[in-house]
């Protein structure tokens, strides 16, 4: 059981978005999962009521904003709000995956920063703090103005392939702007580094231009983010294979598996798909993609809650 210094009394809360993974971050803490209805009218509105007392307590709330996105993120306000009205004395939200983390800044005219709008909600709803994982962009850390911490699926994932032994060992960006998280896993791995260089087509379709590094004769491990429909992960793969790597292995913190994500990932030259929990994944498709495995992550959250709580530090978490 967590216990803390202070008077207040930890709970944990979730949406419907990923009851699996908040009992299991439950089960590592000790404590039981919160009581709340969470359910819709008929209409579609959503309505929601917490049945346990949280005067005074220290409240985690649970909730990816993953697809449906629109209805998780509401969820998420209507929860805050609902706790911050009951008195709860700190009020921490807990993103695994934030959605919309990809509109962070105007890289056109006459469209929205909804990243920072989302920022803004969480806040103005009631959160004191949050907590999220791999954030699509760092930046969006500062798109709020209540404390952050931002922790990595990395622990996990590279314990994976540490396990896994593998030689010659080839860490790859599949493209210019995940070359810092590359980085961190080649050094971690204490292997090369590669970088797939790719011109963007259109909004969903990119080719790759170059690789550039040393790949041929390599086992390569190619870490993202997410995955979405899976095209820039897919293309880096088919052309490291092109110029030689022995076998390529594909490693992303998130599984929006989206569009035609299932396909082009069950097609792609590589030896396994490696995602975290970070979004729940349909069974269907773990049996669609014998390639694909899914890692927990209630372990990491589990830590860096029960550091929070307790007023510790969660640097040792961070990558």
């Known amino acids: 059981m967590v216990t803390t210094g202070g008077s207040m009394e930890l709970k944990v809360f979730c949406g419907n978005a990923h009851a699996d993974l908040a ?12 009581d709340a209805t969470v359910r819709k009218f008929a209409d579609g509105e959503i309505d929601i009521k917490v049945n346990d007392d949280v005067r005074g307590s ?8 993953c697809p449906p996105v629109n209805t998780n993120l509401m969820e998420l306000l209507m929860l805050i709000d609902c706790l911050r009205r009951a008195s709860a004395s700190r009020i921490t939200a807990v993103l695994p995956y934030f959605g919309y983390a990809r509109k962070d800044r105007k890289d056109e005219g006459r469209v929205p920063i909804t990243a920072k709008l989302v920022a803004n909600l969480i806040t103005t709803a009631g959160a004191d703090r949050v907590l999220a994982m791999d954030l699509h962009a760092a930046q969006i850390q500062g798109f709020f103005d209540i404390p952050v911490d931002h922790i990595f699926a990395a622990p996990v994932l590279v314990r994976h392939f540490q396990e896994m032994e593998l030689h010659d060992l080839v860490v790859a960006s599949p493209d210019v702007g995940s070359i810092k998280m590359a980085r961190a896993y080649a050094n971690r791995l204490h292997a090369d580094l590669a970088v797939v260089d790719k011109r963007r087509v259109s909004g969903d379709a990119s080719e790759v231009v170059n690789v550039i590094g040393r790949v041929e004769g390599k086992n390569v491990v190619i870490v993202d983010d997410m995955i979405s429909t899976g095209g820039t992960i897919t293309n880096a793969a088919r052309a490291l294979v092109d110029r030689g790597a022995r076998q390529v292995f594909l ?9 035609n994500a299932m396909r082009l990932l069950r097609e792609a030259p590589v030896q396994s798909v490696v995602v975290t929990d970070t979004i729940p994944v349909d069974p269907e498709k773990l049996r669609e993609c014998s390639q694909l495995r899914v890692l927990t992550i209630s372990e990491l959250l589990g830590e860096a809650i029960r550091r929070i709580h307790k007023g510790q530090s969660v640097s040792s978490l961070f990558l």
């Open 23 to 34: 009992r299991q971050i439950c089960d590592r803490l000790g404590i039981c999962l919160g």
């Open 58 to 65: 220290d409240s985690f709330i649970i909730q990816p904003t």
């Open 251 to 259: 490693g992303a913190t998130h599984a929006v598996l989206c569009g």
